[in-house]
């Protein structure tokens, strides 16, 4: 994978520790060309946050980052909600 990733080990493990997903295995979702990309808009970080769905191993996850020059960096990583899975159009877990 060319791109390059980073992420808070601490926020990391919080984040592995809430919703099952560890940030190594979130960066796999960039790998989803049908990958749907949205500028999150919910609340003023400070920053520019990005928000993206799409499949790691047949299954929908929702992945929050923002970029640090050409480089990734995680928020946070779970699997999608029904409401998501909806709007994304609830592509088979199988390819």
């Known amino acids: 994978m060319e791109q390059e990733f980073e992420w808070d080990d601490a926020k990391e493990a919080l984040n592995r520790s809430k919703h099952g ?3 190594d295995l979130a960066m796999r979702l960039f790998l989803d060309a049908d990958r ?4 999150d808009q919910q609340n003023a970080y400070g ?3 990005f928000v993206t769905a799409g499949l790691i191993e047949h ?9 640090r020059g050409r480089t990734i960096r995680i928020i946070s ?5 029904e409401r998501e899975r909806r709007r994304h159009g ?3 877990k199988t390819a």
Do not use: C, W
């Not at 749907?36 to 500028?39: D, E, H, M, P």
């Open 21 to 23: 997903i560890g940030f």
């Open 90 to 92: 609830d592509r088979p």
């Open 47 to 49: 920053e520019e946050r």
């Open 36 to 39: 749907v990309t949205k500028l």
């Open 77 to 81: 990583a779970r699997k999608a909600n």
């Open 59 to 67: 299954r929908l996850f929702v992945v929050v980052y923002t970029m």
